[in-house]
């Protein structure tokens, strides 16, 4: 059984910082694509930034140059760091894991499509003010 569990996330002023973390237990790291999701009020899920287990990345241009995805196998731990934030990155943020032998591993989408990944985590908050 494939848990992924959150932490990190909280309230930063507008261009903070903040660092969040996905622990993954119970799934093969080769066989998964990863990826960090957001949610913000009134608003569809977007997909914010993935990575496959090569290491190959891939954000959404919203958050190019100042988000980072990392994904570190030897503690099966995902990462996003959020630098300059502004208040239109508050949102719920998830992580998820597609199996990609299910879908083949199409990066683009494991970004942007919510019903190719089989695993969630519980999501976390983050909040900034300005």
């Known amino acids: 059984q494939v848990r992924l569990v959150q932490s990190g996330g909280g309230s930063v002023k507008a261009g903070g910082s903040l660092e969040l973390s996905c622990r993954a237990a119970?799934?093969?790291?080769?066989?998964?694509?990863l990826a960090w999701f957001r949610q913000a009020p009134g608003k569809e899920r977007e997909g914010v930034a993935a990575?496959?287990?090569?290491?190959?990345?891939l954000l959404t241009g919203s958050v190019q140059g100042r988000f980072r995805i990392h994904a570190d196998s030897a503690t099966d731990t995902l990462f996003l760091y959020l630098d300059d934030v502004t208040q239109e990155d508050t949102g719920t943020y998830f992580c998820?894991?597609?199996?990609?032998?299910?879908?083949?591993?199409?990066?683009?989408?494991?970004?942007?499509?919510?019903?190719?990944?089989?695993?969630w985590g519980q999501g976390t908050q983050v909040t900034v003010s300005s």
């Open positions: 990575v496959t287990a090569r290491g190959v990345k």
């Open positions: 998820a894991a597609d199996d990609v032998r299910n879908s083949g591993g199409d990066l683009l989408r494991c970004l942007n499509d919510t019903t190719t990944h089989e695993y």
């Open positions: 119970g799934y093969a790291y080769t066989t998964f694509c």
